[in-house]
C-alpha cells in the first residue's frame, strides 16, 4: 500500500505514518477535538448507565418521577409520602458513589466535607422556608434533630455495620477528639442562652428579657461562624495531614487483601468533574423530593397523632439526612471509618456551627426573631448525647457493642421526645421550681 501511495502522489502522509508509526492513532490524533466533542452525549449516556447499574437499589429510581409527579399534582398525602420516600433511597445511594468518587480523586478529608454539605442542603433550604414563614421552632426542632440524628443514629450504624464486618475498626483519633472538642463549643453555645434565658426569667425585672437573648443569640452566632471557617482552614490546609485516611486493615479478614483492587477501580469510574455534576443533579433531586415529603407530612400527623416535636426532632430528620445515613454507612462496611465519622460527626458540626448560626444571622436580616435558645430539655439532650460520643470515639476504635450503645442512646431520646409536649412554658416551670 506504501509503495502504491507513494505512486499516486501521497509521499506527504507516507512521512507522516513513518514518523508516528500508527494511521489510526494519526487520525485519532489529528480529529481528537471533533471526536471528543461529538461523541460526549454518548460519555455521558455509558458513565450514566455505569453509575446506575452498579447498585440494585437504583431499580427504585422509577419512583422518583412518580413521588414529583405525586407532589406537583397534590396526591393523596399517603401516596405522597410514600412515593417521596422510596424515591430518596436510590438518590441517597447515588450521592453516596458520587461522593466516593470525590473523596477518591480530592482526599478524604475533602471529600467528607463535601458529603456533608450536599446532605445538609436539603435541611438548609426546608428551614430557610420554615423561617420566612415564622416558624421559629420547627427551624430549631429540625437542626436539633439533625444534629442528634448524625452523632447518635448514623454513627452508632457505621459502629454497628462496620462491627459486623470486621471485628474492630479503627479510626484517627487525633481527628475524632478534635471534632469533639468542636462539638462541645457547639453544645455550650446552647446550653449558654438556656441558662441566661432561666436567669432573667427569674429576675424582678424580666422585661428586656427577649433584647438580650437576642443579642446573645446574635453576636454568638457570628462567632460561631468564625470558629467554623477557622476549623475549615484547620481541616484543609494547616493540619490537612492529620485528616487523611489511616490505613484501616481489618484482622481476620481473608478478604481484605483481594478486595482493595477492586474498590480501587470502582472509585476512579467518573473523574471529579462528573462526580460533581451528579452531586448537583441528584441533590436537587433530593431537595425536590424532600421538599414533597416534608410537606405531606402535616397530614399525616393530623392521622397519626403524633406531635409536631417528635416530628421535627426525629421523623423529619432522618428522612432528610437520609443521604448522609446511606453513605456513611456503606463507607463504613468498606472499612473507610474515617471517612464515615467524617460524614457522620462532620454533618453535625456544620449543622452546629453553619448552619444554625447561619440561620440566627439569617433571621436577623429578616427581623424574624430566630434565636439560639432551645428549651432545657433539648438543650441537656443534646449536651449528654455530645458526651457519649465523645467518651466512645476517644480511643480511636470501635466495634459492634459501641454502636449499639450510641443506637440505645438514639431510642431513649426518640421515646422521651415522643411524649414530649408541642408548646412547654418555660417560665411558669421556673416560677413553680422558684416557689419551691
Not at 152 to 179: D, H, K
Request: glycine share 6%; charged share 15%; hydrophobic share 50%.
Amino acid at each position: 500500500m506504501s509503495g502504491l501511495s507513494n505512486s499516486n502522489g501521497f509521499q506527504e502522509p507516507d512521512e507522516r505514518e513513518a514518523l508516528i508509526g500508527d494511521p489510526h492513532r494519526r487520525n485519532s490524533a489529528r480529529f481528537k477535538p471533533e471526536l471528543h466533542w461529538s461523541n460526549w452525549p454518548s460519555q455521558a449516556v455509558r458513565l450514566t448507565w455505569a453509575t446506575i447499574s452498579r447498585d440494585y437499589v437504583n431499580v427504585l429510581l422509577i419512583f422518583v418521577p412518580l413521588g414529583i409527579i405525586a407532589g406537583a399534582l397534590h396526591w393523596d398525602s399517603t401516596a405522597v409520602f410514600t412515593l417521596n420516600f422510596l424515591a430518596i433511597v436510590p438518590l441517597a445511594s447515588l450521592l453516596s458513589f458520587a461522593t466516593e468518587e470525590l473523596a477518591a480523586t480530592l482526599g478524604q478529608a475533602l471529600g467528607g466535607l463535601m458529603n456533608a454539605t450536599f446532605g445538609n442542603a436539603v435541611e438548609l433550604i426546608v428551614s430557610i422556608i420554615a423561617l420566612k414563614d415564622h416558624q421559629i421552632r420547627v427551624v430549631q426542632a429540625s437542626m436539633l434533630g439533625s444534629i442528634l440524628s448524625n452523632i447518635l443514629l448514623v454513627l452508632g450504624c457505621c459502629f454497628l455495620v462496620g462491627g459486623i464486618r470486621y471485628p474492630e475498626q479503627s479510626f484517627n483519633s487525633t481527628v475524632a477528639s478534635t471534632m469533639s472538642s468542636l462539638m462541645t463549643v457547639s453544645s455550650a453555645s446552647l446550653i449558654i442562652p438556656a441558662t441566661l434565658y432561666a436567669s432573667l426569667a427569674s429576675a424582678k425585672d424580666p422585661s428586656h428579657k427577649t433584647e438580650n437573648i437576642l443579642f446573645l443569640s446574635h453576636w454568638t452566632a457570628i462567632i460561631l461562624l468564625v470558629l467554623y471557617i477557622i476549623y475549615l482552614f484547620f481541616q484543609l490546609r494547616s493540619h490537612a495531614h492529620l485528616f487523611e485516611e489511616v490505613n484501616n486493615e481489618a484482622s481476620g479478614d481473608p478478604e481484605s487483601a483481594g478486595e482493595g483492587n477492586e474498590e480501587h477501580e470502582e472509585e476512579h469510574l467518573l473523574n471529579p468533574w462528573a462526580a460533581s455534576i451528579a452531586l448537583v443533579i441528584v441533590t436537587v433531586l433530593v431537595a425536590i423530593c424532600a421538599d414533597y415529603l416534608v410537606g405531606s407530612i402535616d397530614s399525616i400527623v393530623e392521622k397519626t397523632g403524633m406531635s409536631r416535636t417528635f416530628i421535627g426532632l426525629v421523623l423529619i430528620p432522618i428522612v432528610g439526612n437520609a443521604a448522609e445515613h446511606v453513605t456513611a454507612v456503606i463507607v463504613a462496611y468498606k472499612g473507610k471509618m474515617d471517612l464515615a465519622i467524617g460524614v457522620a460527626i462532620g454533618s453535625s458540626l456544620q449543622i452546629a456551627l453553619f448552619v444554625t448560626p447561619f440561620l440566627v444571622i439569617l433571621g436577623w436580616i429578616m427581623n424574624v426573631d430566630m434565636t439560639l435558645h432551645f428549651h432545657i430539655f433539648e438543650t441537656v439532650a443534646f449536651f449528654i448525647s455530645g458526651l457519649v460520643v465523645t467518651f466512645l470515639i476517644q480511643d480511636g476504635k470501635s466495634n459492634y457493642l459501641e454502636g449499639c450503645l450510641c443506637l440505645g442512646m438514639y431510642l431513649i431520646l426518640a421515646l422521651a421526645f415522643y411524649v414530649y409536649p408541642d408548646n412547654v412554658d418555660e417560665d411558669a416551670l421556673f416560677h413553680a421550681l422558684k416557689l419551691r
